[in-house]
């Protein structure tokens, strides 16, 4: 997931809007990704331009966002190497748009489209790469024919961005924004000194003894306090033994009775 420290809040939801618009409606022959650790370098594959040396080639290119996009303007580089008047060997793209003529207001769409335009019509005046701008006002069928050359053996295509990948970034940025909000909500939301409820403890046993008297209902086992408002219930005692202990003290009675009025009898 996109980390993207290096730009401010408000300038990376910006860019997140654009990118995925740029990924829904990509300008003609450019398609766009992003480096999914930081959106601060954006990648774009032009397709070259029909009619020009560059036509049939895909030329691989990325902008390097700074902390103060955009109020300065994003660097451009060409990541396939390609002979152009207005880009160095290192890949550097000298272009106005980049440089004196950058404002704020400026999209990434407009950029791409501008950079796309240079292989179209290049402009040899402000040349990076000398030998292409000199070649290019005084022979440019031999211009076109090293740029052609260069595009035959670098410009082969590239593995393709994945598909909605932009976003799926954008959208895991969003989510996780979402999921620390609520995190925090659900924080605050707790008090300090709730307390969890405990488990109840289990039901003790109510077997009952056998001694030389009489059945007696074994000892009802205390129940812990568990710190929970309302009393745990009592176990009950078999109201069938109670009452078969009963029947017997009963006949024991009668039988004593029966026996001191044969005594007085005698």
Partial sequence: MATNENLPPN???????????????????????????????????????????????????????????????????????????????????????????????LGLRHVLIVVRCLLIEPFPESALNEQAGKMLLENYEEYARHARLYTGIHAKPKPKFKSGAISESTTALNVDQTNTSVLNADQKS????????????????????????????????????TGVSGSA?????NPQKKEGGLAKVQADKKKIDARKKSLKRL
Wanted: hydrophobic share 35%.
């Fill in 190 to 225: 707790i008090s300090p000194g709730a307390a969890l409820p405990l488990p109840s403890p289990p039901a003790p046993s109510t077997t009952a003894t056998r001694g030389n008297g009489p059945e007696q209902p074994a000892a009802v086992a205390p129940t812990a306090d």
């Fill in 233 to 237: 219930p009592a176990t009950a005692i």
């Fill in 11 to 105: 300038v990376i939801k910006q860019l997140a809007k654009e990118l995925k618009n740029l990924d829904e409606s990509p300008p003609e022959g450019i398609k766009v990704g992003v480096n999914d650790d930081d959106f601060s370098t954006i990648y774009g594959d032009i397709d070259g331009p029909a009619g020009t040396p560059y036509e049939n080639g895909v030329f691989r290119m990325k902008l390097l966002l700074s902390h103060d996009f955009p109020h300065s303007p994003p660097k451009g580089y060409f990541l396939t190497k390609i002979f152009h008047p207005n880009i160095a060997n290192n890949g550097e793209i000298c272009v106005n748009t980049l440089k004196k003529d950058w404002n704020p207001s």
